[in-house]
């Protein structure tokens, strides 16, 4: 089931045009996005890490699909155009999944399919931010994701991001972060560039580029365990592209 509220019903980078983000949404664009959903759930590792905890209606797993309420439940910060949530549905079969992107919303093809194939995928209000959350439980949730997203969130509001974050996450739970990766300012400025041509409205968004070190030292000041799940380097002989790391994060140990 997929559900939204009516506020989703029109686009929300209006200082764009609704009409151009409809036509970038379309057809090899949109393909375009499915594939990158898919390169990011796959090289985050989510159905590795939450997918042994689906309980299925036969132990063998003879019989397809899981118990009624056995999938996991994961929520997608800033899940974009619903791609994500859809890729995620697919590799955890039976799952809860909940998105929120106060600057985005699903296309027409995510929504239809999400209605066909979809076991229980609601994409919230436009009012839910990563520092926010107040549509859902404590301990709620099994996994959340944070594809490129971090760099884009004020500084200010780390603390309650953080907090926020402990607070839906199942103390077993985990964290699954996607972030550029830059070393100096030649990165910076590339890593700048290439998200303000991805987002189209990012030129005035804060842009917090950090380094696998700078990432794992704001992690472990926010109290959570790192592990790095992966690292993508870019072609030698394209200078534009930049380098990834996909993070999986536990919450730490109490002092």
Same mark, same amino acid.
């Given at each position: 089931?997929?559900?939204h +509220?009516p506020?989703l019903?029109?686009?929300?980078?209006d200082?764009i045009?609704?009409?151009?983000m409809?036509? !970038?949404?379309r057809?090899?664009?949109?393909?375009?996005?499915?594939?990158? +959903?898919?390169?990011m759930?796959e090289?985050?590792?989510?159905?590795k890490?939450l997918?042994? #905890?689906i309980?299925?209606?036969?132990?063998? #797993?003879k019989?397809l699909?899981?118990?009624?309420y056995?999938g !996991?439940? !994961?929520?997608?910060i800033?899940?974009g155009?619903?791609h994500?949530?859809?890729e995620?549905?697919?590799?955890l079969?039976?799952?809860?999944?909940?998105v929120i992107?106060?600057h985005d919303?699903?296309?027409?093809?995510?929504e239809?399919?999400a209605?066909?194939l979809?076991?229980?995928t609601?994409y919230?209000?436009?009012?839910?931010?990563a520092e926010?959350l107040e549509?859902?439980p404590?301990?709620?949730?099994?996994?959340?994701?944070?594809?490129?997203?971090?760099h884009?969130?004020?500084p200010?509001?780390?603390s309650?991001m953080?907090?926020e974050l402990k607070?839906?996450?199942?103390?077993?739970? #985990?964290?699954f972060?996607a972030?550029?990766l830059?070393?100096?300012?030649?990165?910076?400025?590339?890593? #700048?560039?290439?998200?303000?041509?991805?987002?189209l409205? +990012?030129?005035?968004r804060?842009?917090?580029?950090k380094?696998?070190?700078?990432?794992k030292?704001?992690?472990e000041?926010?109290?959570?365990?790192?592990?790095?799940?992966?690292v993508t380097?870019?072609?030698?002989?394209?200078?534009k592209?930049?380098?990834?790391?996909?993070?999986?994060?536990?919450?730490?140990?109490p002092?």
């Amino acid at each position: 089931m997929f559900e939204h +509220a009516p506020s989703l019903e029109k686009p929300r980078r209006d200082h764009i045009g609704p009409k151009l983000m409809r036509a !970038v949404s379309r057809g090899p664009v949109e393909k375009w996005l499915a594939t990158r +959903a898919e390169w990011m759930i796959e090289s985050s590792g989510i159905q590795k890490h939450l997918a042994e #905890k689906i309980q299925w209606k036969d132990p063998k #797993k003879k019989i397809l699909g899981p118990k009624e309420y056995g999938g !996991v439940q !994961v929520l997608c910060i800033g899940g974009g155009k619903g791609h994500e949530a859809e890729e995620i549905d697919a590799v955890l079969p039976g799952s809860s999944i909940r998105v929120i992107d106060p600057h985005d919303y699903y296309t027409a093809p995510v929504e239809k399919r999400a209605k066909k194939l979809a076991h229980d995928t609601t994409y919230l209000s436009k009012e839910n931010f990563a520092e926010q959350l107040e549509h859902l439980p404590d301990h709620s949730q099994d996994g959340i994701t944070l594809f490129f997203v971090l760099h884009h969130l004020d500084p200010k509001n780390y603390s309650a991001m953080i907090a926020e974050l402990k607070r839906v996450m199942k103390p077993d739970g #985990k964290i699954f972060v996607a972030e550029d990766l830059v070393e100096n300012p030649e990165e910076r400025a590339r890593a #700048k560039r290439t998200d303000q041509k991805l987002n189209l409205d +990012a030129i005035g968004r804060t842009h917090e580029f950090k380094g696998i070190d700078g990432w794992k030292t704001f992690f472990e000041e926010a109290g959570f365990d790192m592990r790095i799940e992966k690292v993508t380097e870019p072609d030698p002989k394209d200078k534009k592209k930049v380098r990834h790391g996909f993070f999986v994060l536990t919450l730490g140990n109490p002092s």
